[in-house]
């Protein structure tokens, strides 16, 4: 990997954190929502935070749920909102009316790998398509009089048009661009290049976040010296490790850095489950709804995926956390570190808890 020994551009992006480099919590889909933010700014909020995507299209409204992570924000942080879509007229109106309430700015998915989004050429399907993305960058460009950001992979299925897009965002003055370095066809199975993000550094006029299996607060150190970016985006590193953010900062200050117990690690998942629960929900629904976080969280519990294969397998509150207990804190287990990289070969798959499995 290329070692970018250039200062990190300022902009009005990095003056919103008062942190040596800013730390984001990534936006992800059906998760970091309003619930999943009040959990993390127990454990520790990261500089800034961002929306799951609000979907537009023709006579498409403000989601009032997503809408609640910005006007019922807990942490008192900067908050972008994420857009996604293809439609100029309707982006530029749902940016219009997005403005009218407190966030730091207006941001642009272009790196969703879900099928069913990119398949509709939204997310990380304008990737392909590098003069639509600025005729919509142009175009948000003159309705965001706050930030306007962009969240992209390297390309689609190859980089053909990475550079293409960087100079795009260059000619759009786009103010802050979170890069994940995998295309859009890796999903999440693929090894991320790094480099990507050394090389956006070097042509961009903004900040630039590294994003992509920032596993550990030594890592994000690490990764931001090699490639020169301002800072760091963590997105399931989070899941299963909401102090992340928390040991980031102990650590740019030069602070003891919080080691989390197992304990630590059982009370997480008990606020997790109090923050998810709705009375409308029957227990199948809730315990579904926490086995997403769980599958990550189950990648530091158990090195042999025996929490994960059972976690899984689980009906009921009660089963469910009869199992934690068994794995977190029964038998000594309380005052065990956390283990703060993922165990290795473990899949966050809920068919598979590991490579060989």
């Not at 030594?218 to 928390?246: D, E, H």
């Amino acid at each position: 990997m290329t070692v970018a020994n250039a200062e990190p551009k300022t902009s009005s992006v990095l003056s919103l954190c008062t942190n040596p480099w800013p730390s984001a919590l990534a936006p992800m889909q059906d998760v970091t929502g309003l619930p999943f933010m009040r959990v993390i700014a127990e454990c520790g909020s990261p500089d800034f935070y961002f929306t799951e995507f609000f979907r537009v299209y023709p006579n498409s409204k403000l989601d009032p749920e997503i809408l609640s992570s910005i006007t019922r924000n807990p942490s008192g942080k900067p908050i972008f909102a994420q857009l996604i879509g293809e439609s100029i007229p309707n982006l530029d109106r749902i940016a219009r009316e997005l403005q009218q309430f407190s966030i730091a700015g207006v941001d642009l998915n272009m790196g969703c790998p879900a099928p069913r989004v990119y398949k509709k050429n939204v997310g990380g399907g304008l990737l392909k398509d590098s003069r639509k993305i600025e005729l919509i960058l142009k175009s948000l460009r003159r309705e965001v009089k706050s930030l306007l950001t962009v969240k992209m992979r390297i390309g689609f299925e190859d980089d053909r048009n990475f550079e293409d897009i960087l100079s795009i965002l260059n000619d759009c003055e786009v103010d802050l661009l979170s890069l994940h370095t995998r295309t859009v066809l890796g999903g999440y199975r693929t090894d991320p290049d790094h480099e990507y993000v050394a090389r956006a550094v070097e042509r961009l006029d903004c900040p630039v976040l590294l994003n992509g299996n920032v596993t550990s607060a030594k890592v994000a150190y690490s990764l931001k010296c090699q490639t020169g970016a301002a800072g760091v985006m963590i997105g399931r590193s989070a899941i299963r490790n909401p102090w992340i953010f928390r040991q980031i900062r102990e650590m740019q200050l030069g602070m003891p850095v919080f080691e989390p117990r197992m304990n630590d690690l059982y009370k997480y998942v008990q606020n997790l489950f109090v923050a998810l629960e709705k009375p409308e929900m029957d227990d199948r629904r809730i315990v579904g709804r926490i086995k997403k976080f769980l599958n990550f969280v189950g990648l530091s519990v158990c090195p042999e995926g025996k929490f994960l294969h059972q976690m899984r397998r689980s009906t009921t509150p009660a089963e469910l956390f009869r199992i934690c207990e068994k794995f977190m804190i029964s038998e000594g287990l309380a005052f065990q570190k956390l283990n703060l990289e993922p165990f290795d070969s473990l899949l966050a798959r809920p068919s598979q808890e590991s490579v060989e499995s």
